[in-house]
């Protein structure tokens, strides 16, 4: 057993967790001992995310109501899907995955999230919130086409249910009338708060098969009235139904309401589901009143109770952070966004739900009539600034990458078609570790560099991106783009203010003779690491920085490519993006065709990298130091019959200079 919390005693003569396998022993337990599964479950939920961190709050709260799911329907048959899968880690434990828990979000361990492809439990993928219940309907009426039986069960946050593909899915569900259920988990906004026994005592009773067969012969009696008379006895039946229950929004999409619930309570909890599990009705919403870190003194104490923690001690809760010297880079975005908001009144900042984790509780903190935090609404987020540019103000929109796809129509038709200068803050730009490939930020640089009127920036590092925010502060005329990495910056002296970037214009860090690496992004600090272990091998290496995508600075590329032997672009970032761009202008200008000239590109590799430290990721994808080198030395030579062969010796001579090919003999143990 793992270290006891104040929620359960080790001392218990029988433990029951070491017992569970699978939720099919779960189901074999009396219900009198489902507590104590819960308290076995809450003290090994907090003992292996202290080793291993991850979201630690949302999973205590729902600690109680994992126990109840397993234990009432009958998974995996019964299809079980967790939005965003924060809360999922009891789940993993109780479906079999309870040896493996102290290598979650480790490299080559269990995701922090639900994952098709590591259990048969975990029916639909997820980490974007808002999915889970148009991913349940599809799976209701695919069950329903195939004849089958099985229930559908969707539990979605409070958060992720203001969403609207949230309500687009509910109002498709309701129209539908297919056969599904939704737990709406509230831990935090309280809709409709329990009203002691009598409040547990409705709930229960408004959840049995009596009760909604009540509520059907209701309609079919209402239905046989004069219309005079229908219309109001229909809205009497509503009206009522709204003073008992609280969920007349949830009625109007067409669920039947079930609701609130006390979602630490197995001993409601359990004949409630079971009354749902055996109705015969269409879509049904249960509304499950939770708390985060229930359980655990430390997470109930903390203002986000807990909600994503790295490694800490059980007994102290306190957390290992490392602090560093260097602040971090979302932290110079906020502090550089406050000092050019402090210039220019109509600056506004719009985030979406991404406060803490865009910079924009910073500049909220400063400015909070000019900070609109507008929920998990991305799409709406977008068209909001649009409609601020309009206006003549400046709108940053701070934004992940990964969740600024959610957005892409609206980038497209909103803004880029009208050319609006909202700025976008493009926040976990590359590979971010521990949260995997839902998280990372690979695409944005294709998906918005193919935009016309677009001005697209990358930030090398955290003096880089403070320019930035005043380059787009700047720009009037178009929209424009920022992206910077998570993390914390390489300790450089910041400026007191950032100054405007001529736009399209990249700049030389290091000048050479023979390669030339010109990088977008934050892996310059690996390419100046790569000229120096290309200088000890004898190559003279140019580092440039890019700074701009889009517009490019043809005038650099073109002087790299006429003075260099090779020209390789790095990015962290999908194919199509900024080394396509500069390999169409290369061919355009006819640069390609010089006689001995090579160009390659390095970005993302064609696949989604699975979670692990930045740097082992970065490895994985060979745009580290080391992958850069073996680039260039690969880019000189040709692998034949097992020998490595200079390009020059099957090209006969290329008329440029040898020190380049004998340099990668030397580095191939002289093969070349």
């Known amino acids: 057993m793992s270290a006891p919390t104040q929620a359960f005693d080790a001392s218990q003569p029988r433990p029951l967790l070491d017992s569970l396998r699978s939720p099919a022993d779960l189901r074999r337990i009396d219900t009198r001992d489902l507590p104590q599964v819960a308290a076995e479950l809450r003290a090994e939920t907090i003992s ?14 729902v600690i109680e109501l994992t126990v109840a799911l397993h234990y009432v329907f009958d998974t995996p048959t019964d299809k079980l899907i967790w939005d965003v899968g924060h809360q999922a880690y009891p789940h993993k434990i109780l479906t079999g995955r309870r040896d493996r828990m102290r290598t979650l979000r480790q490299g080559g361990g269990l995701s922090g999230f639900t994952k098709r492809s590591e259990s048969e439990y975990d029916c639909f993928g997820a980490a974007h919130s808002s999915t889970s219940i148009s991913a349940g309907l599809g799976m209701a009426v695919a069950r329903d086409m195939a004849g089958d039986k099985h229930n559908v069960i969707c539990v979605i946050g409070d958060g992720a249910i203001s969403a609207g593909m949230a309500y687009e899915a509910m109002n498709n569900a309701g129209a539908m009338g297919r056969r599904l259920i939704v737990i709406l988990n509230d831990n935090e906004m309280s809709i409709a708060p329990p009203v002691g026994a009598m409040s547990n005592y409705l709930t229960r009773l408004l959840s049995s098969p009596t009760y909604l067969s009540l509520r059907d012969i209701g309609k079919h009696v209402a239905a046989h009235l004069p219309n005079f008379l229908k219309e109001r006895a229909l809205k009497a039946e509503e009206f009522a139904r709204g003073i008992v229950t609280g969920g007349t929004l949830f009625e109007e999409l067409g669920f039947y309401y079930v609701g609130v619930v006390d979602g630490h309570n197995l001993e409601q909890l359990i004949p409630i589901l079971e009354n749902v599990r055996d ?33 800490f001690d059980v007994a102290t809760g306190k957390q290992n952070k490392t602090t560093s010297a260097a602040p971090s880079v979302t932290q110079v975005f906020g502090d550089s966004l406050v000092k050019e908001a402090q210039a220019y009144k109509h600056i506004v900042a719009i985030t979406a739900a991404m406060p803490g984790g865009t910079g924009g509780d910073i500049f909220a903190k400063a400015f909070p009539d000019r900070a609109f935090d507008v929920g998990i609404a991305e799409q709406h987020a977008v068209t909001f600034a649009a409609g601020l540019a309009t206006q003549g103000f400046k709108p940053f929109a701070a934004i992940y990458s990964t969740f600024l796809q959610r957005a892409y129509d609206q980038v497209v038709h909103d803004v880029a078609i009208q050319k609006l200068p909202v700025r976008f803050a493009i926040d976990r730009a590359g590979l971010v570790g521990a949260d995997g490939p839902t998280h990372a930020g ?3 640089i294709a998906y918005l560099g193919c935009l016309p009127h677009f001005v697209l920036m990358a930030a090398a590092d955290e003096v880089e991106l403070a320019h930035m925010v005043a380059t787009a502060t700047a720009i009037d005329d178009r929209p424009s783009a920022f992206r910077y990495p998570r993390g914390d910056g390489l300790g450089l002296p910041l400026p007191e203010r950032g100054t405007p970037l001529e736009i399209g214009r990249g700049r030389i860090v290091r000048e050479g003779s023979t390669v030339a690496l010109l990088s977008l992004g934050g892996r310059l600090a690996d390419c100046l690491k790569a000229a120096d272990m290309l200088a000890a091998q004898g190559l003279s290496t140019t580092v440039a920085d890019a700074r701009f995508a889009k517009p490019l600075d043809q005038d650099l590329i073109l002087r790299l490519a006429k003075n260099h032997e090779l020209l390789i672009t790095v990015e962290e970032g999908a194919i199509g993006g900024f080394g396509s761009y500069v390999l169409q202008l290369l061919s355009d200008k006819g640069a390609l065709d010089q006689r001995g000239f090579r160009v390659r590109s390095m970005i993302l590799p064609d696949l989604f990298i699975d979670h692990d430290s930045p740097p082992a990721m970065y490895a994985k994808a060979g745009l580290d130091a080391n992958g850069i080198v073996n680039k260039v030395f690969e880019a000189f030579t040709t692998k034949v019959n097992g020998a490595f062969l200079s390009e020059g010796s099957e090209r006969n001579n290329t008329g440029r200079p040898s020190g380049a090919l004998q340099a990668a003999g030397s580095l191939n143990g002289g093969k070349a």
């Open 279 to 311: 109705a015969d009705a269409g879509p049904i919403l249960v509304h499950v009143r939770t708390q985060k870190g229930k359980g655990y003194a430390p997470a109930e104490a903390s203002d986000d109770k807990y909600h994503g923690v790295v490694k």
């Open 442 to 444: 690979s695409f944005d």
């Open 48 to 61: 292996a995310v202290a080793v291993t961190g991850g979201h630690l709050g949302a999973s205590l709260g």
